[in-house]
């Protein structure tokens, strides 16, 4: 009797795990299938005139006015790394070519300073040029930082920080090479954000062909 009761448990347990297996399986694929139903640019949000982001709200009871706020502060935030990030790299560059590396208290400044030009970005200039909602209610939502006020916000940047370094207790010979270095920074920034945008466009004509 114990035998057959152990029996029809594992027969239940197999039947049960099979279709477990099978529902697991149909979400994988229906999940593969709302990636492939995405518009293109929340995938790849870069465009040829500025930086842009994409934000993500999840589903919310209170529908699509408390979303968007969510979605569009969240694609702000992305939009302020990708420019941080950014200016790290090309940071760390500059100092190369100023030959001040290994300065710490130069090192400090420009930690400081670069921190100080990201906390000013212009987020409230970030307009809404895209937004999309999936089957299952998240909300997408693509923003963009214009390269004319991405372009003046450089401009003020770079004044910004000579004004910075004007008021350090840097010595001179540390304040000379911080100025070749910081000019090569916003140099290379403005040059990276006319290539981005003529990389940008080229594609899309090959694209359009």
């Known amino acids: 009797m114990k035998n057959k009761v152990l029996l029809a448990a594992s027969i239940i347990a197999l039947i049960f795990s099979s279709a477990c297996a099978k529902k697991d399986e149909k979400n994988i694929k229906a999940n593969s299938g709302d990636l492939k139903d995405l518009p293109a640019w929340v995938l790849d949000p870069s465009v040829p005139n500025g930086v842009a982001g994409v934000g993500i709200a999840s589903p919310s009871k209170g529908g699509i006015k408390f979303q968007i706020p969510k979605a569009e502060l969240d694609a702000k935030a ?8 950014e200016i790290s790299r090309i940071t760390k560059g500059s100092m190369r070519s100023g030959s001040v590396n290994g300065a710490d208290d130069v090192e400090e400044f420009f930690a400081q300073a670069t921190k100080e030009v990201v906390k000013n970005l212009p987020l409230s200039g970030v307009k809404r040029i895209n937004i999309f909602k999936s089957e299952d209610g998240t909300l997408y939502v693509h923003m963009l930082l214009s390269s004319e006020d991405y372009g003046k916000f450089l401009a003020d940047s770079q004044k910004s920080f000579s004004a910075q370094l004007a008021k350090s207790n840097l010595a001179r010979e540390s304040i000379a090479k911080a100025g070749e270095a910081s000019k090569e ?22 694209v359009a062909k």
């Open 78 to 85: 992305n939009i302020a790394a990708t420019i941080q990030s």
């Open 185 to 206: 920074l916003f140099s290379e920034l403005e040059k990276e954000r006319e290539t981005k945008g003529e990389a940008k466009i080229g594609a899309n004509e090959k």
